[in-house]
């Protein structure tokens, strides 16, 4: 049989699809982020709700099985994306790159300037990735309730 991994659009029937695997691919978080992730409350409704009113989402299919997404919307005239996420058996096959590939596609097929994200300031193995990819820390900020910055925002620029 052979192999097959596409990547394409999401479509409002995908909302369920969507929440399930950022729960699974985020499952490896749990317990260990403060504050906790809000993936953990991603729904299919918030989904499709989110989807219906222009935010978007690529999913990547592997023999017609979803084994990644990544959420899209724009933000301050760029293409944000979060949630990206990718199943624990599909990890290590370069996945995660291309989504994000499809994203600064995305972004250079609706004339955006750039890309932008969010990474935990903890998770320095994601920041590390973003990093090689050519995206910069632009600016830190705490969660409602903190201190002191728990996210980096990080953009790219596609000009």
Known sequence: MSD??????AVRADAAEIAATIAAAFEQY?????????????????IAVELAKGAGAIVAERNGEMVGCVMIHELEGDLYFGRLAVLPAARGTGLARRLIDAVEAEARRRDLPGIRLGVRVVLTDNQRLFQSLGYREI??????????????????SLV
């Open 4 to 9: 097959i991994l596409v990547l394409r659009a």
């Open 30 to 46: 749990r317990g260990k982020l403060i504050p906790e992730s809000g993936a953990f409350g991603e729904t299919a409704e918030a």
């Open 139 to 156: 600016s830190r900020e705490a969660h409602p309730g903190f201190d002191h910055p728990t996210s980096i925002n990080m953009r790219k």
